[in-house]
């Protein structure tokens, strides 16, 4: 990873063009601020020597800032952000099939992270990227559909109406389900992160194959309930908020625990 912190952060904070990539603003500084209320003494201290003083939800949405630069420096970051898998009919095979995936993604990257993240040698701008990156890629991994599929670009070309304006499935999923519920993000985490110690320690149970394969069903679910051209509305948020109110907290807790183990 190059050693061009500054030149690309100066982009991202001047870039007025923000897109639809994942879970939105909102959503990634939710599971952002759900992350910081349960991480562990050593983590805390151990990020704010790479972050410095801003909390983790000041830094969400820094990748998907970046895709707004034009020099190409960060063009093979764009597959990062997700994992397209067909449909699985179990575990297993899911498993099977994430490890033939081609190429650098969500599943790749987390690990790649991790390691330049605990690697010595790594630069402390480099090190504060890759924090930066894994803090941001982690909230993807809970949003379903960046572990959909690849002939739709994980619901990207399945158009659909949000209360009556034109849009498509992946956007809506992105930010229009959050924004909707009219929350700050400090508000809504607070709202979700009310789990026991012992709940909080289930959902953090399992691997991040375990996770993924958790999202892929999900996303299933949202594909066979929303085909192409669906009119959303109120029914379809009543429908689907539990499970949205769901993956935001799970992505919280489960970038917590990534960043617990880490340090």
Same mark, same amino acid.
């Given at each position: 990873m190059k050693s061009i912190y500054s030149k690309i952060l100066i982009l991202a904070f001047i870039s007025s063009s923000l897109y639809s990539y994942a879970w939105g603003l909102t959503g990634h500084r939710i599971i952002a601020e759900i992350a910081e209320n349960h991480l562990s003494g050593k983590a805390r201290r151990e990020i704010k020597k790479i972050m410095g003083k801003e909390r983790l939800a000041y830094w969400a949405n820094w990748p998907d800032f970046i895709k707004s630069d034009t020099t190409g420096v960060w063009k093979q970051a764009s597959s990062w952000h997700y994992v397209n898998i067909d449909p699985q009919a179990d575990f297993k095979a899911f498993g099977q099939n994430l490890?033939?995936?081609?190429?650098?993604?969500?599943?790749?990257?987390?690990?790649?992270?991790?390691?330049?993240?605990?690697?010595?040698?790594?630069?402390?701008?480099?090190? !504060? *990227? =890759?924090?930066?990156f894994l803090i941001h890629i982690m909230g993807d991994l809970s949003q379903p559909l960046h572990v959909g599929r690849a002939e739709d670009l994980g619901g990207n070309k399945i158009n659909v109406t949000y209360f009556g304006d034109k849009t498509n499935l992946h956007s809506v999923w992105d930010g229009k389900l959050v924004d909707s519920q009219k929350y700050s993000y400090t508000e809504y985490a607070g709202l979700l992160d009310i789990k026991s110690k012992e709940e909080v320690k289930q959902i953090q149970a399992g691997t991040v194959e375990?996770?993924?394969?958790?999202?892929? !069903? *999900? =996303?299933?679910?949202?594909?066979?309930?929303?085909?192409?051209?669906s009119k959303l509305s109120f029914d379809y948020q009543y429908k689907f908020n539990d499970t949205l109110e769901r993956q935001l907290l799970y992505g919280g807790l489960r970038l917590a625990k990534v960043l617990n183990d880490l340090f």
């Open positions: 490890k033939m995936q081609a190429g650098p993604s969500l599943y790749t990257q987390i690990n790649t992270l991790s390691s330049q993240i605990k690697d010595e040698k790594t630069s402390e701008k480099d090190r !504060k *990227i =890759a924090l930066i375990d996770w993924l394969y958790d999202s892929h !069903k *999900i =996303a299933n679910k949202i594909y066979a309930q929303t085909p192409n051209d």
